[in-house]
């Protein structure tokens, strides 16, 4: 008698042979790693393209992004290298590390209190890594 294979198991092995066959660097592949892919857009970028270029009376771009960093952060550990790629768009577009602390922590309400958790602890990654401080 065989022992049942776990489908999820199965479908990630048959992926990650999927991926090796394409590209064989894939097989060191990471999620940081592709967040290495896109780099920080500088602020002028972000402003023109989710500003108020096009809205004059629109949201600014740190707003929209700490908007974006709150939803994401109810979404939870699923979405992990949206939130330090946000982060460090938002510290880029002028927010601060009190409006990024305070925007995860209001998503605690909503999203419960791991999902706000983990997302606090990207955010403080990523501002050690950018020098700017702790999040709290």
């Given at each position: 008698m065989s022992t049942p294979t776990n489908p999820f198991d199965a479908m990630i092995t048959m992926t990650q042979d999927w991926a090796k066959a394409?590209?064989?660097a894939l097989?060191?592949?990471?999620?940081?790693?592709?967040e290495a892919l896109w780099p920080t857009m500088p602020k002028e970028v972000m402003e023109t393209f989710m500003g108020k270029t096009f809205n004059p009376e629109g949201l600014d771009a740190k707003?929209?992004?700490l908007l974006t960093l709150g939803s994401l952060t109810i979404l939870g550990a699923q979405a992990e290298a949206q939130i330090r790629l946000t982060v460090r768009h938002a510290i880029e577009a002028g927010a601060t590390q009190q409006e990024i602390a305070e925007t995860i922590g209001m998503m605690g309400?909503?999203?419960g209190i791991p999902a706000m958790t983990k997302a606090m602890e990207l955010a403080r990654e990523v501002m050690d890594e950018a020098g700017e401080g702790d999040a709290t």
């Amino acid at each position: 008698m065989s022992t049942p294979t776990n489908p999820f198991d199965a479908m990630i092995t048959m992926t990650q042979d999927w991926a090796k066959a394409v590209n064989p660097a894939l097989e060191g592949f990471t999620p940081k790693g592709f967040e290495a892919l896109w780099p920080t857009m500088p602020k002028e970028v972000m402003e023109t393209f989710m500003g108020k270029t096009f809205n004059p009376e629109g949201l600014d771009a740190k707003t929209k992004l700490l908007l974006t960093l709150g939803s994401l952060t109810i979404l939870g550990a699923q979405a992990e290298a949206q939130i330090r790629l946000t982060v460090r768009h938002a510290i880029e577009a002028g927010a601060t590390q009190q409006e990024i602390a305070e925007t995860i922590g209001m998503m605690g309400v909503f999203g419960g209190i791991p999902a706000m958790t983990k997302a606090m602890e990207l955010a403080r990654e990523v501002m050690d890594e950018a020098g700017e401080g702790d999040a709290t």
